[in-house]
């Protein structure tokens, strides 16, 4: 039984970790996130936060799924 709620907790981590990856995106497109890249080079705090706890979500729900 426990093996099987991890696998489900993994899948949702994967998921949440590819809907904040996608929303980080979305973000990136923002008048305020254009103009911040425009003037640093650099996207905005919120959206690399956004695209960090997505990927770090995503690389945990994968190492929980394919842990034995």
Avoid: E, P
């Avoid at 990136?28 to 996207?43: E, P, R, V």
């Amino acid at each position: 039984m426990a093996k099987a709620n991890n696998k489900i907790i993994s899948i949702a981590l994967m998921v949440a970790g590819a809907g904040l990856a996608l929303w980080g995106y979305q973000k990136s497109g923002g008048l305020d996130s254009k103009i911040s890249s425009a003037l640093t080079g650099s996207y905005t705090d919120s959206v690399m936060m956004l695209y960090i706890g997505g990927a770090v979500c995503f690389a945990v729900g994968v190492f929980l799924y394919l842990k034995k």
